[in-house]
């Protein structure tokens, strides 16, 4: 399977608080968050789901992988969503393994495997 996602009993903000505090102590931060619903209504669409995608970066990792292979950066930064499904808030995220695949790079598939054994820990330290 090319995702990882778990439910949470957290609102949206709280889950989105606790991934904060969690990536953190793994040294990722979140560059930026995207509300997918705010800026499908801002432009005229009606969305009622709440989703929000944040993208995180660990920076002394990202220098490192793009100095190996620079095509590594098609994948960067990391994306994490946490969002409502029919009133459940789950999270998950686009396994780095899944998608580092296609380079065919022994190296970077173990560097991957790192990084998604990571976020998946703290994916589910907030739960």
Same mark, same amino acid.
């Given at each position: 399977?090319?995702? #990882?996602? %778990?439910?949470t009993?957290?609102?949206?903000? *709280? /889950?989105? $608080?606790? +991934?904060e @505090? &969690? ?13 997918i ?13 709440? #989703?929000? %995608?944040?993208?995180v970066?660990?920076?002394? *990792? /990202?220098? $490192?992988? +793009?100095? @190996? &292979? ?5 994948f960067?930064?990391?994306?994490i ?27 970077l ?19």
């Amino acid at each position: 399977m090319f995702h #990882y996602t %778990v439910e949470t009993k957290k609102s949206i903000g *709280e /889950a989105i $608080q606790s +991934l904060e @505090e &969690n990536l953190k102590e793994e040294k990722f931060g979140i560059l930026w968050q995207f509300d997918i619903k705010d800026t499908l209504l801002k432009k005229g669409f009606e969305f009622d789901q709440d #989703y929000k %995608v944040l993208e995180v970066c660990n920076p002394k *990792e /990202a220098q $490192q992988v +793009l100095k @190996e &292979n620079q095509l590594v950066g098609y994948f960067l930064p990391c994306k994490i969503v946490v969002y409502d499904d029919n009133g459940i808030t789950k999270i998950g995220l686009p396994k780095p393994t899944s998608m580092i695949q296609n380079l065919d790079d022994a190296n970077l598939s173990e560097f991957a495997s790192d990084i998604e054994r990571r976020l998946i820990s703290c994916i589910d330290k907030s739960i």
